[in-house]
C-alpha cells in the first residue's frame, strides 16, 4: 500500500546564472559592425550580441592570464584552443583593450605551486602512455585582472559556457556599480531565502530587490529586471498594472510561474489563477492550462508499506521532464539538461509578426499533455499514445513592442498602452529557481557542458 511521496528535487545538470545571468546581462542595443571571419561550422566562436556589448563597453586595459598545461589530451586542448579564439574575438571587439599571455605552470615544481598559490587547483586526468596508466595534473584556469581589481577562474568550462563565463567576469571587473534586480514579493511568490543558490550567483553582479507594495505603488524605475517567481495567490488589478507598465516603460521581467498546482502527497493537481496568465494572454504567449509529460523523464521516490516494512520504490515519472533540447540562443546555448517539475507548456503560435519569439527549451521528441483532469499518480500504467508530441516549447525569450494586456480593458485603466523595445522570458515552472532553506535546502547541480 503507498504511504505516501517522498520530496524530490532536481537532480538535472543546470546552472541557473547560465539562464538568467546572461538574460540580464542583455542591453539589446544596435549591432556592432565588426566582422571576423569564423571557419567553425556552428560560428562557436562568434561573440553573441550580449557579450560583444560587454566587450564594446571595455575602456581600459584587461589583462588574462591563462594557465594551461602543455601537451594536453584531445579534448582538453580543445578548451585551450576555444579560450584563445574567445580571447582573440574580446580584444578585437574591444579595441584591443582585452590582452593575454598563456603560462604552461607544470614547467617547474615553483611554477606549479605559484601557480595554485594564485587559486588555480590542478585537475587529475589519467594519461596512458605505453599501455600504463598514470595520473597527471594540469591546469585550465586563468585570472582576469582591470587596474587593481581581479577574478579568478579556477577551471575554464568549454562552448557556451566559455562565453559566459568570459563575458561576466569582465562584466563584475569594469561595473562601477551593481545595477538592481527586482524580485516581486507578493502574492505568497517566492521568497529570497527559498532561492539561496540563485540570490548566491545574482549577487556577484546585481542588487537584488524585495518588491512590495505594488498595490499602491509602481514598480521602481531603478529596477531593470523584476522576476516574479512562483506566485501562490491571486494578485490584485493594481498589482497586475504595475507590472504591465513596467514591461511598457520599457523594463524586462522573467516570469518564472505555475500554471498548475500540485499536491504529490495526495495524488491532486488543479489549474492554478494568480491573473500572470493574464498577462502573458495579453502578451499572446500564454502558458497553457496542463501538464507536460516525457518520456525522457526523472524518477520519484515512492514509499511503500508491504506488511510490517517500509521501502522505497525508485518510479520512472514522466511529469519530471528531463529537458535537453534547447534553443539556439545566448540564454540556453550549451546548457546540457535541466529537470523541471510539473510543468506546463507554452502556446507560441499567437504572438504578433511585430516581436521576436525564440524558443529556449522543449521536451523531447515522445511527450504529451494532459489537460482538464489530473492524474498525477506515479503507479498509473503509462501507454505509448500518451507519448505522440514532440518538441513541446516549456520556456521562451519574447522581443519587441507589445500592447498593454489591458489595452483593451473597460475595468483597468493602463496609462501607457504600448510598451517601447523590451523583452521578457517566460518559463513555464515557478519552481526552477526555488532549492529551500535551513536544513530542507537542497543544492541544485551545476552545469557541466562539456
Known sequence: MMNGFLQTKREGIIQISLILGILICLNWLADSFIIRLDLTDDKQYTLSKASKDIAGSVMNPITVEAYFSDGLPPQLAQVQRQFRDFLDEYGAYSGGNVEYTFVNPNASEEDEGKTQQKGIQPLMIDVRERDQVSQKRVYLGAIFKYG????????????????????????????????????YSGAGSASLEVMQQLVQTLSQQYTLEPIAG???????????????????????????????????????VVFAVNRVNTLIQQSQANLLNTGIETLLAGYKTPINGDLLRDVNSNTIGVRQ??????????????YLPLISNFGDHPISKGLESVMLNFTSTLDLTLADTSVTVTGLAFSSERSGTSRGVFNINPFQEWKDDQFTERNLPVAALVEGQFNSAFANSDSISAPMKRSSKTAFVVIADGDLVVNGTGQEAQMMPEDTST
Open 305 to 318: 508499506q508491504r506488511g510490517m516494512f517500509q521501502y522505497v520504490n525508485q518510479v520512472r515519472y514522466p
Open 214 to 252: 505594488l498595490d499602491t505603488a509602481d514598480v521602481p524605475a531603478t529596477i531593470e529586471v523584476l522576476l516574479v517567481i512562483r506566485p501562490k495567490e491571486q494578485l490584485s488589478n493594481n498589482e497586475l498594472l504595475a507590472i504591465d507598465q513596467h514591461l511598457m516603460r520599457g523594463g524586462k
Open 148 to 183: 587593481e581589481k581581479q577574478e579568478v577562474i579556477p577551471y575554464i568550462q568549454p562552448g557556451a559556457a566559455m562565453e559566459y563565463t568570459i563575458s561576466s567576469t569582465i562584466k563584475r571587473l569594469i561595473a562601477t556599480a551593481k545595477p538592481s534586480l527586482g524580485v
